[in-house]
């Protein structure tokens, strides 16, 4: 009986928190699901554009690095009574909008230089720097312009409702990223294979290359000290979680044959790895508000608060890869693409998302915390660690699943 009370007290005092969040992962969810299609689609682009899926995790996860990121930081000073809606010049909100904006033109670039170096480090067959930096910016550029929109959404009706936009932000932006940029780096794609002189993608680059480095020097001479900070804190951060997505996207290029044998296994991947980074971006959102806000110490060890939190997570994912296996397997078929089976896609996601979510909980817990001992804004670094960490693991875990499954 008092097991039973304690879990009734449980979801008693997290209804509010279980019921947002849970709208919002299965509006993500639902949105991943079109961006797996989309992946589900490019078998032959993936043949015949080697290397094309090293760039696909570090271009889809760095939108929810920049503007899951800035989703986190509006919540935050939306609870300590920061935040005001409005653009006007210097404003918090203002200066966080030009600081995602110009973090995503820097990042778009470096990925893409990032992506054909490592390759070659790691002798793995590629396309050139110059169509790796022209994909890379066209689908991440085009998708953060959207994503500021949303952002700005997002913020007015948490603000004018009195919702914690901490337990619904990151999925729906996440999901809103992976619908706009894959589609774009399939249509950067195109352009490049459609027989465009590989000297127009070179001159391409290094026209983008001036107009970042005259974006920075505007940017930093302007009198915006929260813009500059964030630049500033998140860029080492930022190129840290790009060798890690590189990472997550090597570790499934080494299996690319498997995967595009089984077009359903390509449809689950941006749903189990953004949906991870969502429900990261929840739990370090919170984390990162309780923190700022003095309710969650940061001591060495979880305390109960923080023990809550990771049952939320449990909760949250128990239901969420559930969904995901159901949903990859039925696209599939509608597509006419192969699966090996619904239990299969089910018990795939499940097992594999339910060890990532155990890393996830970790994870946030110790970024968060010993960001904020160091006196550097959770916020700025905690979601774009963890959700890049988490799509390098997750896609471990995913791969190793699938060989104990004796699905590759």
Same mark, same amino acid.
């Given at each position: ?7 009734? #007290? ?7 928190? !279980? ?5 919002? !992962? ?13 992946? +589900? ?8 554009? *080697? ?5 696909? *995790?570090?271009? $889809? ?7 899951? %990121?800035?989703?986190?930081? =509006? ?34 670039? =470096? ?8 390759? /070659? ?22 998708? #953060? ?27 729906? /932006? ?29 001159? @391409?680059?290094? %026209?983008?290359?001036?107009?970042? /480095? ?32 590189? +990472? ?24 189990? !790895? ?6 990261? +971006? &929840?739990?370090?959102?919170? @984390? ?9 110490? *940061?001591?060495?060890? *979880? ?42 896609? /089910?018990?795939?996601? =499940? ?7 155990? $890393? ?29 960490? &988490?799509?390098? !693991? ?15």
């Amino acid at each position: 009986m008092a097991a039973d009370g304690r879990v009734r #007290g449980f979801f008693d005092r997290n209804k509010s928190v !279980l019921r947002l969040s849970l709208v919002a !992962l299965m509006m993500s969810s639902f949105g991943d699901l079109f961006a797996g299609a989309t992946l +589900g689609f490019m078998t032959d682009t993936l043949r015949l554009m *080697p290397g094309l899926m090293i760039l696909i *995790p570090p271009a $889809i996860g760095m939108r929810g690095n920049i503007f899951g %990121a800035l989703g986190s930081r =509006l919540g935050t000073s939306m609870h300590v009574g920061t935040f005001e809606l409005s653009l006007k010049k210097g404003g918090i909100l203002r200066q966080n909008l030009e600081g995602s904006l110009v973090l995503s033109v820097i990042m778009s670039f =470096l990925m893409g230089v990032l992506a054909e170096s490592v390759s /070659v480090v790691l002798g793995v067959e590629s396309i050139g720097a110059s169509q790796f930096v022209f994909i890379s910016v066209f689908g991440g550029v085009l998708a #953060g312009l959207l994503l500021l929109l949303i952002n700005i959404l997002i913020a007015t009706v948490g603000f004018r409702r009195n919702w914690d936009i901490d337990n619904f932000s990151a999925p729906l /932006v996440t999901a809103a990223g992976d619908i706009v940029t894959l589609p774009m780096l399939f249509v950067a794609t195109m352009i490049v294979m459609s027989g465009v002189p590989a000297v127009s993608f070179d001159i @391409f680059t290094l %026209a983008l290359l001036a107009v970042t /480095v005259v974006l920075v020097i505007v940017t930093f001479r302007l009198k915006n000290p929260e813009t500059k900070r964030i630049i500033v804190q998140s860029s080492p951060v930022l190129v840290i979680c790009i060798l890690l997505d590189i +990472g997550a996207g090597i570790t499934i290029d080494r299996r690319i044959e498997e995967l595009v044998a089984l077009p359903a296994l390509l449809i689950l991947i941006p749903q189990f !790895l953004e949906d991870a980074n969502a429900l990261g +971006g &929840i739990l370090t959102s919170r @984390f990162s508000s309780l923190l700022h806000m003095g309710t969650l110490e *940061p001591k060495r060890a *979880p305390g109960k608060l923080a023990i809550e939190n990771f049952l939320i997570s449990y909760v949250l994912s128990l239901w969420v890869f559930i969904v995901v296996g159901i949903t990859s397997h039925f696209t599939a078929l509608l597509l006419g693409l192969g699966s090996p089976g619904l239990l299969m896609m /089910v018990a795939l996601s =499940l097992v594999a998302g339910m060890l990532t979510v155990t $890393i996830l909980n970790v994870l946030s817990y110790y970024v968060a915390v010993y960001t904020f001992k160091f006196s550097l804004d959770p916020d700025d670094d905690s979601i774009p660690l963890t959700s890049s960490t &988490i799509d390098f !693991l997750g896609a471990l875990c995913l791969i190793g699943v699938m060989l104990l499954f004796g699905m590759a």
